[in-house]
């Protein structure tokens, strides 16, 4: 008898849908109510378009009742979704790829509620990506509207979405790391602690945030649902609340001054014959591994990434700048990228294993490893601004498995002197190219280098021992 | 049968959608605190009460998030 299919360890809270993966294929087990809500999705105007436009992930019924089997969730029946590409959470998206999201999360439910359906949640983990484009994820989540309920998802929608994006749009407040730090988000009364004052004038901030805030902590303990549902709750309610939500959010901005690249400097001093050999080392290198995955690590303004592209299956490109992966995802919205991924990381202090047993959610290399890994204009501020040592850095890349382009910048190159400056005069000692070059070819093997910026910055192309 | 949601919405953000749902929302929002008045004046008998098995479940509200 074959294994159990594996369950997603992030896929358990909702009891009538769980998401299992066999192989390559993604699968969710529904139970018989959740196989009901399945049937009348199927049989809804919208649900065949939104697949269509790519909002949906497309979702097929099959007739295995053992890719499933598991013990303790009996399925009713199976689905079987597509892939997407890379899986990656709202702690690591800039503030337009949620507020797409969240756009997104309330179109569906629109969509929903004309056809007497809704969101059960409103989570962005039910939202995942094909470069630029926002796909919903969870179809389980649609159920039959019950009646004259109010809709469950609003708080969590307010936690999620809203309140993170109110935060980043109106007091400037970086809402990845909150999002990080609590995976139920950013509760009325926390976002209240901030938006106070001045900011009580902002569009939302009222209604959604200090009214929000008061009512929970009065209501705490009524049975506010009963009541409601007396008075006549009805669905026009959820229509108007869900329509003003979508002119809110459609207004938030965040970042519309910011397309400025913030850190050109490291670009600056190469003059466009030497930008010319570095595109074409890097080009070349992606056509002869013909990567599935691409890492752009210190991704920029992701003109490396493109690059990759051109020969990738699909590529991440990681910055820790948000303002930087603002303007380059606004870029490739811009131009319906679908091949490149963008995050917003520090990656000396990457996404960590979180939520229950620290397994719902992955650190990056647990959701795909890379074929290829760009380290462009990196190792010097990982190494010197971030005092990783060069041996970890290039322990942790070589624990990839995957061929790396990597730059390095010695200690006369206008950036690196910088970095240094800052530090006392005899530090990172170890910090040169010699040492460099014996610690990258004690784990990789090197199969070109190429001087760039004279001689100041040097690029290499290694593979895996 | 009544179906729960496996979210826990929130008293306080029920409430809220109550008031936030436009002109549909100001018959309701009467009839809501015209409720709760009679209550009070204990003309009605308290509609809030939650029914007996889940009055433990709601002590400690869990909010879940998605799959």
């Known amino acids: 008898m074959p294994p159990e299919p594996a369950a997603d360890p992030g896929s358990f809270r909702d009891p009538d849908s769980r998401v299992f993966r066999d192989g390559d294929r993604i699968l969710r087990a529904l139970s018989d109510r959740g196989l009901s809500d399945w049937e009348r999705l199927v049989g809804s105007s919208f649900f065949g378009r939104m697949q269509e436009e790519g909002k949906i992930v497309p979702t097929e019924r099959i007739e295995d009742p053992e890719a499933t089997r598991h013990e303790g969730f009996p399925a009713a029946a199976t689905l079987r979704h597509a892939r997407v590409p890379f899986v990656s959470y709202p702690y690591e998206w800039p503030f337009s790829m949620l507020r797409d999201a969240a756009l997104l999360q309330l179109e569906l439910l629109r969509a929903a509620l004309a056809e007497d359906m809704i969101l059960k949640d409103a989570s962005p983990f039910n939202v995942q990506w094909h470069g630029s484009r926002p796909v919903f994820i969870d179809v389980g989540s649609f159920e039959l509207l019950p009646d004259g309920e109010p809709w469950a998802g609003y708080r969590q929608f307010c936690c999620l979405f809203l309140n993170p994006l109110m935060l980043q749009a109106y007091a400037e407040l970086p809402f990845q790391s909150w999002l990080r730090g609590s995976l139920e988000g950013i509760e009325p009364a926390e976002a209240r602690a901030v938006l106070r004052g001045r900011h009580t004038l902002r569009a939302g901030v009222l209604a959604h945030v200090a009214l929000h805030a008061r009512l929970e902590r009065r209501e705490g303990e009524r049975d506010t649902r009963t009541e409601v549902k007396k008075a006549g709750f009805r669905k026009e309610l959820i229509e108007a609340n869900v329509a003003r939500l979508q002119k809110l959010v459609g207004k938030l901005d965040w970042g519309s001054e910011k397309t400025a690249w913030s850190d050109y400097s490291d670009r600056a001093h190469y003059d466009a014959e030497e930008l010319e050999r570095k595109d074409r080392f890097v080009r070349e290198t992606c056509a002869s591994v013909g990567p599935g995955l691409t890492w752009d690590l210190g991704s920029n303004d992701g003109r490396y990434s493109r690059i990759a592209a051109e020969h990738s299956g699909y590529v991440v490109a990681v910055d820790g700048d948000h303002a930087t992966v603002e303007a380059l995802y606004r870029d490739l919205r811009e131009a319906r990228d679908e091949r490149i991924l963008p995050l917003v990381m520090d990656l000396a202090d990457q996404s960590p294993a979180r939520g229950w047993r620290g397994a719902e959610r992955g650190r990056l290399e647990e959701r795909g490893r890379p074929d290829l890994i760009l380290c462009l204009a990196l190792v010097h501020h990982l190494s010197i601004a971030a005092n990783v040592p060069l041996a970890e850095v290039l322990d942790w890349l070589a624990s990839l498995g995957g061929t790396v382009v990597i730059e390095f910048a010695g200690r006369d190159d206008e950036m690196v002197k910088r970095l240094l400056s800052r530090k006392r005069d005899d530090a990172h000692p170890d910090y040169t190219l010699e040492s460099f070059e014996q610690a990258l070819g004690q784990r990789f093997e090197i199969v070109r280098r190429e001087p760039l910026a004279s001689g100041l910055r040097t690029l290499y192309e290694a593979r895996p021992r | ?67």
């Open chain 2, 1 to 67: 049968m009544t179906l729960l949601a496996y979210l826990d919405p929130g008293s306080g953000s029920i409430l809220l959608q109550a008031l936030l749902g436009g002109a549909a929302a100001i018959a309701i929002t009467g009839k809501l605190w015209w409720a709760r008045l009679l209550t009070i004046l204990r003309i009605r008998k308290d509609p809030v009460d939650p029914p007996a098995e889940s009055a433990s479940a709601r002590d400690e509200p869990e909010r879940s998030r998605a799959s």
